[in-house]
């Protein structure tokens, strides 16, 4: 709950910001750059002269957009993955497994470069890239849960009465494996608000000038920010950790209320 | 080549070169003679051994050696870049790769095991992605140097190389310039600021068909506040460029300084019908430069031109892709760029990048640009031979840039060094490629 | 058994083969070749000289007849020479990466747990005490951190402010080896990549510990007078650790790729390094040699895996 508290304020602000804040986060002025916080610009001023506090507000909103269509993706790609896997037989099993294992061997560094490359840079490629590098780990999760419910009486009865692979996903497979999938997507979230600042430092993710927290962040790669203007890489930097770590609170209070066992008291 | 002959004269027909060759020893101790030369040159020629030179060298009739420390080449026809490309070309030890067949030389493995020279340090061993070693070279022909090593380290992240040099374990490195800025004031170091040699321009993609009413161009340059972005973003560290170049000899009077004004440039882009060429659809301006400072460049130059109805989106890629994209046919992926070209010392650097007959794949003209008044005016200033007329030709050629904008010209920036004040004697210009402008590193020392 | 192994080893094989066609036709359809990646753009270069540097290299040919070549020359063994390094072999280059890589690897995980295991025993033992909350919000911090920012930040601070370890590399460039160079060019690296790891460990280990002291023989056993402490050590530890055990496990196959982040800021000599390097200089064969390597571990990793379920399980049927 404490997370809910936390995120829900942050969300407001990133998506209302543009109702309550004067500045506009790509507004430029040559005069001011590098400034310290003051009344007017609340946590100062970047390179250019653009409001920091601006940035971090439409940059959160770039973060959290990328974060949860990624997660969306990728959660119904694992999910049909694994389920398919899980339900379908044998050979369909074992090849979907090995498309899961042939995604994991790819080196993810040769998979940006080239995804950035074909589509380019920018809010969507990045989604893109962070949806195929996430997927599999949910397939093989979903599969695994659903090999041992297959073999349960209700399952076979149900393909006995000649359910098809349809219904049987919808009606057991989705149902059964529902709590992996809120943790996985809730957990998800916040590994793709990491995994968009990492891209950022690898020089793909959401490139500038366009704000994302990533390559707010990513100001500290210049050893004249990281050491002079801290508070253009510490706000950011504060911010992204505080969300991620408010996600990870309600993923693990979702995971102890699906799971009883996990921590009784 | 040039640092190994110790004179040389050229015959009246400008066919045969004469060199006479220092005393110099190569590293495994052997002399350096002029059977060397004559080795090195015919494998130059060779194109079986895949070499860079063949083509530049075909001209080469003829080399012979009277005794062992002269060379004469003969030429078929009068050349006259033969002395610059004999500098680049780096001379190699007969003794120890006659053995070798031709077409193998090229892949040979002591190119990373034992390289042998003839400078002032000699390779003791290469650690990949970490350090070369190099120890003093206790036969050099100017003397012994006076560090007993020198090692040059590798950093994947600049960042990284910044924190050695202020943790005090490199003496010397190339620096960003936003970085270097963080040594101000700091007496245990001496920053070491130069010309860079290098125009930076917005590149105008002349065959995607938006750029070609020079009033766009014009608008493009008005719209940019290039004196604005050189005092703040660049703390004055840069030099305004109203063509490709700014030496002072070769910059004319009266150009025009295309202040900015962007009511200017907006009554401009109406006057070319903007609105029906581009309008206000995005265009991609494509980069290969990756550092944070281009970052802010970029974004304060987009926020400008988006003022006067230019959208342009910047897009940094890395190098490979960058040439890929821009030595393909594919315009529509480099409507625009943001890039460099050395332009110096030698002015005529810029041909390759300007010139109509330097289109690729033949040469470096990137953003396609055939303008018969500026190639004519690279051919004559190419051309001439006399070096005080030359000058006069190349104001011709800046000129004609000003004019006609092949390039939206923005400035030259400094390039910056940090070298720890323990470091006596030590000379360094920051250039481009580095190579030949290295002086004299057998002086170079470290205060006890 | 014999046969599942055999069958599932083959699919491995195949595996690793569609790997190389995918990984050969991503790098191609990326543009710059080596010789785009050669050029500096600032400096001007004849385009003749680029196509003879093309023709060397053989990429002037099309595609599936380099293909081919290359994969008929790895089957001999012979993985080619390093385009960006001056005619390297590959094999050498890449086999020599994987030491380090494990090193940096290993020693992160050893810290991770011991680290890991120990704030997570105090954490359950002390459940919702001061030190129980302080420690989880530490936990949570670390896993909630950009690897890069606590990199790039570490490196700072310890080394260029505080200057308790070198700044990078793995050993001091020159010096004759020795194991307290490699020792301190090790300690800053390794306790970056292991606050992760540790923070995850932790959270397993809390959680897996109080379940198991919540359990019957636990409470006999506290029931019977036995000493808190050797409740914990004696009866509730060694069934606690099973399922952080399965995390540390899981953790492995991965590792074997390299720390991109830590390895490229500490510029430590290992896989992801040199993937990273070979990757922006498009060196083909480094890469190809590396992805393989690299793949053929995952791939082993989980068939051991998989075994070992086949093995422990007999309701999963042999599939």
Same mark, same amino acid.
């Given at each position: 709950? $404490?997370?809910?508290?936390?995120?829900?304020?942050?969300?407001?602000?990133?998506?209302?910001?543009?109702?309550?804040?004067?500045?506009?986060?790509?507004?430029?002025?040559?005069?001011?750059?590098?400034?310290?916080?003051?009344?007017?610009?609340?946590?100062?001023?970047?390179?250019?002269?653009?409001?920091?506090?601006?940035?971090?507000?439409?940059?959160?909103?770039?973060?959290?957009?990328? $974060?949860?269509?990624?997660?969306?993706?990728?959660?119904?790609?694992?999910?049909?993955?694994?389920?398919?896997?899980?339900?379908?037989?044998? +050979?369909?099993?074992?090849?979907?497994?090995?498309?899961?294992?042939?995604?994991?061997?790819?080196?993810?560094?040769?998979?940006?470069?080239?995804? $950035?490359?074909?589509?380019?840079?920018?809010?969507?490629?990045?989604?893109?890239?962070?949806?195929?590098?996430?997927?599999?780990?949910?397939?093989?999760?979903?599969?695994?849960?659903?090999?041992? +419910?297959?073999?349960?009486?209700?399952?076979?009865?149900?393909?006995?009465?000649?359910?098809?692979?349809?219904?049987?996903?919808?009606?057991?497979?989705?149902?059964?494996?529902?709590?992996?999938?809120?943790?996985?997507?809730?957990?998800?979230?916040?590994?793709?608000?990491?995994?968009?600042?990492?891209?950022?430092?690898?020089?793909?993710?959401?490139?500038?000038?366009?704000?994302?927290?990533?390559?707010?962040?990513?100001?500290?790669?210049?050893?004249?920010?990281?050491?002079?203007?801290?508070?253009?890489?510490?706000?950011?930097?504060?911010?992204?950790?505080?969300?991620?770590?408010?996600?990870?609170?309600?993923?693990?209070?979702?995971?102890?209320?699906?799971?009883?066992?996990?921590?009784?008291? | 080549?040039?640092?190994?002959?110790?004179?040389?004269?050229?015959?009246?027909?400008?066919?045969?070169?004469?060199?006479?060759?220092?005393?110099?020893?190569?590293?495994?101790?052997?002399?350096? #003679?002029?059977?060397?030369?004559?080795?090195?040159?015919?494998?130059?020629?060779?194109?079986?051994?895949?070499?860079?030179?063949?083509?530049?060298?075909?001209?080469?009739?003829?080399?012979?050696?009277?005794?062992?420390?002269?060379?004469?080449?003969?030429?078929?026809?009068?050349?006259?870049?033969?002395?610059?490309?004999?500098?680049?070309?780096?001379?190699?030890?007969?003794?120890?790769?006659?053995?070798?067949?031709?077409?193998?030389?090229?892949?040979?493995?002591?190119?990373?095991? #034992?390289?042998?020279?003839?400078?002032?340090?000699?390779?003791?061993?290469?650690?990949?992605?970490?350090?070369?070693?190099?120890?003093?070279?206790?036969?050099?022909?100017?003397?012994?140097?006076?560090?007993?090593?020198?090692?040059?380290?590798?950093?994947?992240?600049?960042?990284?190389?910044?924190?050695?040099?202020?943790?005090?374990?490199?003496?010397?490195?190339?620096?960003?310039?936003?970085?270097?800025?963080?040594?101000?004031?700091?007496?245990?170091?001496?920053?070491?600021?130069?010309?860079?040699?290098?125009?930076?321009?917005?590149?105008?993609?002349?065959?995607?068909?938006?750029?070609?009413?020079?009033?766009?161009?014009?608008?493009?340059?008005?719209?940019?506040?290039?004196?604005?972005?050189? #005092?703040?973003?660049?703390?004055?560290?840069?030099?305004?460029?109203?063509?490709?170049?700014?030496?002072?000899?070769?910059?004319?009077?009266?150009?025009?300084?295309?202040?900015?004004?962007?009511?200017?440039?907006?009554?401009?882009?109406?006057?070319?019908?903007?609105?029906?060429?581009?309008?206000?659809?995005?265009?991609?301006?494509?980069?290969?430069?990756?550092?944070?400072?281009?970052?802010?460049?970029?974004?304060?130059?987009?926020?400008?031109?988006?003022?006067?109805?230019?959208?342009?989106?910047?897009?940094?890629?890395?190098?490979?892709?960058?040439?890929?994209?821009?030595?393909?046919?594919?315009?529509?992926?480099?409507?625009?760029?943001?890039?460099?070209?050395?332009?110096?010392?030698?002015?005529?650097?810029?041909?390759?990048?300007?010139?109509?007959?330097?289109?690729?794949?033949?040469?470096?003209?990137?953003?396609?640009?055939?303008?018969?008044?500026?190639?004519?005016?690279?051919?004559?200033?190419?051309?001439?031979?006399?070096?005080?007329?030359?000058?006069?030709?190349?104001?011709?050629?800046?000129?004609?840039?000003?004019?006609?904008?092949?390039?939206?010209?923005?400035?030259?920036?400094?390039?910056?060094?940090?070298?720890?004040?323990?470091?006596?004697?030590?000379?360094?210009?920051?250039?481009?490629?580095?190579?030949?402008?290295?002086?004299?590193?057998?002086?170079?020392?470290?205060?006890? | 058994?014999?046969?599942?192994?055999?069958?599932?080893?083959?699919?491995?094989?195949?595996?690793?083969?569609?790997?190389?066609?995918?990984?050969?036709?991503?790098?191609?359809?990326?543009?710059?070749?080596?010789?785009?990646?050669?050029?500096?753009?600032?400096?001007?270069?004849? *385009?003749?000289?680029?196509?003879?540097?093309?023709?060397?290299?053989?990429?002037?040919?099309?595609?599936?007849?380099?293909?081919?070549?290359?994969?008929?020359?790895?089957?001999?063994?012979?993985?080619?020479?390093?385009?960006?390094?001056?005619?390297?072999?590959?094999?050498?280059?890449?086999?020599?990466?994987?030491?380090?890589?494990?090193?940096?690897?290993?020693?992160?995980?050893?810290?991770?747990?011991?680290?890991?295991?120990?704030?997570?025993?105090?954490?359950?033992?002390?459940?919702?005490?001061?030190?129980?909350?302080?420690?989880?919000?530490?936990?949570?911090?670390?896993?909630?951190?950009?690897?890069?920012?606590?990199?790039?930040?570490?490196?700072?601070?310890?080394?260029?402010?505080?200057?308790?370890?070198? *700044?990078?590399?793995?050993?001091?460039?020159?010096?004759?080896?020795? %194991? *307290?160079?490699?020792?301190?060019?090790?300690?800053?690296?390794?306790?970056?990549?292991?606050?992760?790891?540790?923070?995850?460990?932790?959270?397993?280990?809390?959680?897996?510990?109080?379940?198991?002291?919540?359990?019957?023989?636990?409470?006999?056993?506290?029931?019977?007078?036995?000493?808190?402490?050797?409740?914990?050590?004696?009866?509730?530890?060694?069934?606690?650790?099973?399922?952080?055990?399965?995390?540390?496990?899981?953790?492995?196959?991965?590792?074997?790729?390299?720390?991109?982040?830590?390895?490229?800021? %500490?510029?430590?000599?290992?896989?992801?390094?040199?993937?990273?390097?070979?990757?922006?200089?498009?060196?083909?064969?480094?890469?190809?040699?590396?992805?393989?390597?690299?793949?053929?571990?995952?791939?082993?990793?989980?068939?051991?895996?998989?075994?070992?379920?086949?093995?422990?399980?007999?309701?999963?049927?042999?599939?």
């Amino acid at each position: 709950m $404490a997370g809910l508290a936390i995120l829900v304020p942050i969300l407001l602000a990133t998506v209302t910001y543009e109702l309550w804040w004067p500045y506009n986060p790509n507004d430029i002025d040559l005069l001011a750059i590098n400034k310290g916080p003051s009344p007017e610009h609340w946590m100062g001023s970047d390179g250019v002269g653009r409001d920091v506090m601006a940035r971090l507000l439409q940059g959160g909103r770039t973060s959290l957009l990328v $974060a949860s269509v990624s997660m969306a993706i990728s959660t119904i790609v694992g999910f049909s993955v694994g389920a398919v896997a899980g339900f379908a037989g044998r +050979l369909v099993d074992g090849t979907a497994m090995r498309l899961v294992d042939l995604a994991m061997t790819l080196p993810p560094v040769i998979f940006l470069l080239v995804l $950035a490359s074909i589509a380019g840079t920018g809010v969507g490629p990045t989604i893109l890239v962070i949806s195929l590098l996430s997927w599999p780990v949910l397939s093989r999760m979903v599969r695994s849960r659903l090999l041992e +419910l297959r073999e349960r009486d209700f399952v076979v009865a149900s393909r006995g009465m000649g359910a098809g692979l349809w219904h049987l996903l919808f009606r057991h497979g989705l149902p059964n494996t529902i709590d992996i999938l809120v943790v996985y997507a809730t957990l998800q979230v916040a590994g793709g608000i990491l995994l968009e600042a990492g891209l950022s430092f690898l020089g793909s993710g959401v490139t500038p000038p366009e704000a994302s927290w990533g390559n707010m962040l990513n100001s500290a790669r210049s050893v004249l920010v990281l050491e002079n203007y801290p508070r253009q890489w510490m706000f950011p930097g504060a911010v992204l950790v505080i969300t991620v770590l408010a996600i990870n609170f309600v993923g693990d209070g979702l995971r102890d209320a699906f799971d009883p066992r996990a921590e009784l008291n | 080549m040039g640092a190994l002959a110790s004179e040389f004269e050229v015959s009246p027909d400008s066919l045969s070169y004469t060199f006479r060759l220092a005393d110099a020893k190569w590293h495994d101790g052997e002399p350096f #003679t002029s059977a060397d030369v004559k080795f090195t040159l015919e494998l130059a020629k060779n194109a079986e051994s895949g070499g860079l030179f063949a083509a530049r060298s075909a001209d080469i009739a003829s080399v012979e050696t009277p005794d062992e420390s002269t060379v004469i080449v003969t030429l078929s026809q009068p050349n006259s870049a033969f002395l610059s490309v004999l500098s680049y070309v780096m001379m190699l030890p007969e003794h120890a790769l006659a053995e070798i067949p031709v077409a193998e030389i090229g892949k040979n493995a002591r190119w990373s095991t #034992t390289p042998i020279g003839t400078g002032p340090f000699r390779f003791v061993r290469y650690v990949s992605d970490q350090y070369v070693e190099l120890a003093a070279f206790e036969d050099y022909r100017e003397g012994r140097p006076k560090v007993d090593r020198l090692i040059n380290r590798y950093f994947a992240n600049p960042a990284a190389a910044v924190a050695a040099l202020k943790a005090g374990e490199i003496q010397f490195s190339f620096v960003e310039p936003d970085d270097a800025r963080t040594f101000d004031g700091d007496t245990a170091f001496r920053v070491i600021e130069g010309d860079s040699f290098v125009v930076n321009y917005v590149g105008f993609n002349h065959r995607v068909g938006i750029w070609d009413d020079v009033r766009v161009r014009r608008a493009v340059m008005h719209a940019i506040d290039r004196d604005a972005i050189i #005092t703040s973003i660049f703390g004055g560290a840069a030099k305004r460029a109203d063509c490709g170049y700014v030496a002072d000899q070769f910059v004319p009077e009266g150009l025009d300084p295309y202040g900015y004004d962007p009511e200017k440039a907006k009554a401009l882009l109406a006057e070319a019908g903007w609105d029906e060429i581009n309008g206000a659809a995005p265009i991609s301006w494509v980069t290969y430069y990756n550092s944070p400072q281009v970052a802010n460049l970029m974004a304060a130059m987009q926020a400008m031109l988006a003022q006067v109805g230019i959208n342009v989106v910047p897009r940094a890629v890395d190098v490979p892709t960058y040439n890929g994209i821009v030595r393909g046919e594919t315009y529509a992926d480099f409507p625009m760029t943001y890039a460099g070209l050395q332009n110096g010392p030698d002015p005529a650097s810029l041909n390759v990048g300007l010139n109509g007959s330097q289109l690729p794949p033949v040469g470096n003209n990137l953003m396609r640009v055939e303008m018969p008044e500026l190639s004519s005016a690279f051919d004559a200033a190419m051309a001439e031979t006399d070096s005080a007329a030359a000058a006069g030709k190349w104001q011709q050629v800046c000129r004609a840039m000003n004019e006609q904008l092949p390039w939206g010209t923005m400035w030259v920036a400094s390039r910056y060094g940090v070298a720890s004040s323990d470091l006596v004697d030590f000379h360094w210009t920051p250039a481009p490629g580095s190579g030949p402008y290295v002086a004299h590193p057998e002086d170079w020392d470290i205060a006890p | 058994m014999l046969q599942y192994t055999l069958r599932r080893t083959a699919v491995g094989l195949l595996m690793l083969l569609a790997l190389t066609v995918l990984i050969f036709i991503m790098l191609r359809l990326a543009p710059g070749d080596p010789i785009d990646a050669y050029i500096n753009p600032s400096v001007p270069m004849s *385009a003749s000289d680029l196509d003879v540097l093309r023709a060397r290299l053989g990429l002037d040919q099309p595609l599936p007849v380099q293909y081919f070549a290359r994969l008929g020359a790895a089957l001999r063994g012979d993985f080619g020479y390093s385009i960006q390094r001056g005619g390297d072999p590959v094999l050498p280059l890449v086999l020599s990466r994987i030491g380090p890589t494990i090193l940096l690897m290993v020693s992160g995980l050893v810290i991770a747990i011991v680290l890991g295991i120990a704030t997570g025993i105090i954490s359950a033992v002390r459940r919702n005490q001061p030190t129980d909350i302080s420690l989880s919000i530490m936990a949570f911090v670390g896993i909630s951190s950009p690897a890069f920012l606590t990199a790039l930040l570490g490196l700072y601070i310890f080394a260029v402010t505080l200057r308790w370890a070198p *700044a990078g590399g793995m050993l001091t460039p020159g010096a004759p080896f020795s %194991f *307290a160079d490699l020792l301190a060019h090790l300690v800053l690296p390794a306790s970056l990549l292991s606050i992760g790891h540790a923070a995850l460990i932790m959270r397993y280990m809390r959680s897996s510990l109080l379940e198991v002291l919540s359990q019957d023989y636990v409470r006999t056993a506290r029931a019977k007078g036995v000493r808190e402490f050797w409740v914990i050590v004696k009866h509730a530890l060694r069934n606690a650790l099973l399922p952080v055990i399965t995390l540390i496990g899981s953790t492995i196959g991965i590792a074997i790729g390299g720390a991109i982040f830590i390895e490229s800021i %500490f510029d430590w000599p290992g896989m992801g390094l040199l993937m990273i390097n070979a990757v922006s200089r498009r060196d083909y064969p480094v890469i190809m040699c590396a992805t393989l390597l690299t793949g053929a571990c995952v791939i082993l990793v989980n068939l051991l895996t998989d075994m070992a379920y086949a093995a422990v399980d007999p309701r999963i049927k042999v599939a």
